[in-house]
């Protein structure tokens, strides 16, 4: 009945059958899995509970309960759980799930001593792999190694050449993290996470297309929310703002994020969608209190949207369009610096061009890359 969908009656079934046989751990266990199907989880944990006290050493019962209970945040609960695991030491399974209850609590030095025991009892891929994730989270500078062990094993190859291409990158070697990613994307073509920082290198050097296809490719395979938002701030660093609106649109019926809120909300400001951009910083800040940059956006917004109401009252007057002299263009370039220049939007890199002389057209890289050399021939003179 459980196979089949068919929970309630499954549950009842259960209930005659334990009626009969009294306190059976696995009719218990069982009865659990029913509850938390049904989206029953406090009653869930309690019956696997009960399941415990008629065998203490019943580990599908721990297993169940310590998913339950992390599910929940119960931390308390869950950390004496994983004791019971640690003190069964019967199989590598347990050892594992303990690791990862401590790595839910944050307790990476309890994490890697569980892994470790795992791996004393299976030697296996995907606990090199799981070891080297916790040393990258640990800051330990031995996750490298795991990953090569892991590389030299039957199994999960794939994730261990994209993990040690984002430890490559973490620590400036680009070139060497972008052959990790192709590797790994080689080894096993659906690797969502590969073309996703795949992706992230080509934006590094400025391949931004490039890179917006890389996104693409990994949020058709797999839609995260890491992707969708690396590729709609990619479309709106070049100023594709109607292809960045609707994808960070898709992002955020993948899962509400602050960084997703907060990057719409720079797009509809730039759409001249002021009520809405303000709304959409808002929302990024109750989802992050402390995500600074939208807290910031949003008070500008407020200062921008005020503004517009005030200029309502009556007609805007005819704007001038002031042309500086000669020197006041060489004051304003000797401010400009690669990062501000990437700052600005597409069209006012474009304004201080043509205010140089220069040539407006090509991609956004193109143009600072052209008032950043006419900076180096002016310093020159």
């Given amino acids: ?36 199907t049904l989206g029953k ?34 931390s308390e609960r869950a950390k004496s759980i994983s004791q019971l695991l640690r003190k069964s030491e019967t199989s590598w399974q347990a050892m594992a799930a303990a690791s990862i209850e401590a790595h839910s ?38 996750a490298m190694e795991s990953f090569e062990k892991t590389k030299a094993m039957p199994l999960d190859q794939s994730e261990a050449f994209n993990n040690s291409g984002i430890l490559l990158l973490r620590t400036g070697e680009i070139e060497s993290a972008s052959m990790e990613f192709d590797k790994a994307i080689r080894l096993q ?41 690396n590729k709609g701030f990619c479309q709106l660093s070049i100023d594709l703002l109607a292809d960045a609106l609707r994808t960070f649109d898709q992002s955020l019926k993948t899962e509400a994020t602050a960084e997703a809120y907060n990057n719409k909300g720079i797009v509809l400001e730039r759409l001249g969608r002021l009520d809405e951009a303000r709304t959409a910083f808002l929302e990024a800040q109750r989802l992050a209190p402390k995500f ?36 006041s263009v060489a004051a304003t370039l000797a401010t400009l ?8 939007r597409k069209q006012e890199v474009e304004a201080i061009c043509e205010s140089l002389g220069l040539s407006a057209a090509g991609t956004k890289s193109d143009l600072i890359k052209r008032i950043l050399h006419e900076k180096e021939l002016r310093g020159k003179r």
């Avoid at 580990?59 to 929940?72: E, G, R, V, Y």
């Fill in 292 to 327: 600074r940059d939208a807290a910031d956006n949003a008070k500008r917004m407020e200062q921008k949207v005020k503004e517009g109401e005030t200029m309502q009252l009556g007609p805007a007057p005819p704007g001038e369009e002031i042309v500086g002299d000669r020197d």
């Fill in 337 to 344: 610096t690669k990062d501000s220049l990437k700052a600005m």
């Fill in 105 to 142: 609590r944050n307790d990476m030095k309890q994490a890697l001593e569980d892994v470790e025991h795992a791996l004393t009892l299976e030697n296996l891929s995907a606990l090199h792999n799981y070891k080297g994730l916790l040393k990258i989270n640990a800051g330990d500078t031995g």
């Fill in 41 to 74: 989880l406090e009653a869930a944990a309690k019956t696997y509970e009960h399941a415990l006290a008629a065998d203490p050493g019943h580990l599908p019962a721990m297993f169940n309960l310590l998913t339950i209970l992390t599910d929940m945040a119960e």
């Fill in 189 to 229: 073509r659906n690797n969502h996470a590969a073309w996703n920082n795949r992706g992230c290198i080509l934006y590094k050097v400025d391949r931004i297309r490039e890179a917006i296809g890389c996104f693409e490719e990994s949020s058709v395979m797999y839609p995260t929310p890491v992707a969708l938002t």
């Fill in 1 to 36: 009945m459980f196979l089949l969908g068919r929970n309630e009656e499954a549950f009842d079934y259960l209930g005659k059958s334990l009626r009969l046989e009294g306190e059976n751990p696995s009719l218990l266990t069982s009865a659990g899995n029913v509850l938390y």
